[in-house]
């Protein structure tokens, strides 16, 4: 019901009661005169009148009451819309930031069909690895690439890119991780190139091919005077050797309080962003000889899941004391799923569109622990909580289509694809806010 309804219904109900009150209050007082001679009817008439202001004064208090309540709930709302903004950009959330901008969660949403992508093509771009260019190894099928993610209560924009080669003036972006790290590195030059006239004004620094054991790659776009750069660090802390009288199965060892030997290497960048995860696995570490060390100490017997937050918690405390996050805007993307099958027989089959469920993929418990730490730490860091949105995209993957056929591969994305979106996020935080403003 509408306020002014509201407010006329109440004053007529509040004028009918008033009459009724001096109808009943005029005719008791009269009769009391009759019966009681006029000292007494005085008397009644001097204590009626207060009590009768009285009456008014809670009429009028209710009254008050009522239409502040009604005011607040028609009024201060579209005053809060009017003072914050509504929008799609939203207002940033606090310097401990959960990945969330204003009131939209990015993260949370599902994947909707959209025929104007992709945003590039792969084989025009020379930064892009044949490894993740599923078309060129043979993809026939392009639904793939037909998706956008639309987050719940907001919307990501369409990648800008002369905008963001605008923003990106005299800027230095920089990747830090295992190959997962490096296709969002890829991605995001392959995306910026498409607004770039003189192709050959980007090139790679040290004139290197991008292989995947190379530590460092670095991208140059020479019209905008600004880097894209990739560090390869794939526990982000330091391989150590075999400490004296350490075990025979201890071939080498990761030293969780000491954090990568290259980290000088990251610091006085612009953006930096950084994933682990697809490493930590026993595979990779028991199976390899490899066990944890925290100072002088094997930890032979510690749990991966221990060892992680160890390493995240040294990553943060070298944020907190090394970077300078006036200048510096930190992101931390969490684990991406794979979608190889169950054990024992591990193979890798690529669907041909999204699934509709994550099928417990969306739970992982390194995502959870990145975003307990990042949340603790003092200094403002961004969660890119990816893990959710690629739980679905089974579709996604280099599957059989790599460089190499024989390999089927069920962790790393085809480019265009995935990865793409997670760029479109990074530029929607850092527009959304204004951190880096344009040149």
Known sequence: MRIDVVIIIFLVRMIEMVNSFNRSTSGHFSRRSVSFGSPRFVSRKSWASPSFHVFILIIFSLFFIIVMGCGYHYVFPSLRKAIHGTGHGGVVSNSKSTGSTGTCDYFDGSWEQDYSYPLYNSSECPFAERGFNCLANGRKDRDYLKWRWKPKNCFIPRFDVHKVLEMLRGKRVVFVGDSMSRTQWESLICLLMTGVKDKKSVYEVNGSKITKQIRFLGVRFGSFNFTIEFFRSVFLVQRGWVPRNGPKRVRSTLKLDKLDDINQDW?????????????????????????????GSLKLGMPITTAFRIALQTWASWVETRINTNRTRVFFRTFEPSHWSEQPHRQCNVTRHPMLETKRRDQNPFSHIVSEVVKNMTVPATILHV?????????????????????????????????????????????????????
């Open 267 to 295: 610091i006085n960048s612009d953006v930096l962003i950084f994933n682990t995860g697809q490493w930590w696995n026993h595979g990779k570490l028991f199976d390899t000889g490899c066990y944890f060390q925290v100072g």
């Open 387 to 439: 893990t959710t949105m690629g739980a679905f995209r089974s579709d996604a993957h280099v599957g059989p289509w790599s460089d190499n056929p024989l390999m089927s591969d069920c962790s790393h994305w085809c480019l265009p694809g995935v990865p793409d979106v997670w760029n479109e996020i990074v530029f929607t935080f850092l527009l959304s806010d204004s951190f880096l403003p344009l040149q």
